[in-house]
Nanobody, 118 residues
Framework: QVQLVQSGGGLVQAGGSLRLSCTAS????????MGWYRQAPGKQRTLVAT???????NYADSVKGRFTISRDNAKNTVYLQMNSLKPEDTAVYYC????????????WGQGTQVTVSS
């Protein structure tokens, strides 16, 4: 079992920055990949960025060059630094962890609202 607790988010003007944090606990040794997804009202949840335990990153085209995913292994925390925010970045952001150990499992954080005003 893996538990994910998110922090950060809020309201920011277009062009501004925010940082999201996600701290993992439980069977963290089993985590293969962590990342962030988002879900805008009336839309499906989509990938924002992922980071594997080998350090490989993957970003949605819409956020490349603006968002950066990183981690602090000592704190079991992954971050999403969001710069040059746009109104279309408005969504609920979810932390994600993928475990491939004794089975394959997806875990989700509680979600946090990010609102970008124009």
């Amino acid at each position: 079992q893996v538990q994910l607790v998110q922090s950060g988010g809020g309201l920011v003007q277009a062009g501004g920055s925010l940082r999201l944090s996600c701290t993992a606990s439980g069977s963290i040794f089993s985590i293969n990949t962590m990342g962030w997804y988002r879900q805008a009202p009336g839309k499906q949840r989509t990938l924002v960025a992922t980071l594997t335990n080998r350090g490989s990153t993957n970003y949605a085209d819409s956020v490349k060059g603006r968002f950066t995913i990183s981690r602090d292994n000592a704190k079991n925390t992954v971050y999403l630094q969001m710069n040059s925010l746009k109104p279309e970045d408005t969504a609920v952001y979810y932390c994600y962890a993928y475990v491939d150990y004794m089975g394959r499992y997806n875990y989700w954080g509680q979600g946090t609202q990010v609102t970008v005003s124009s």
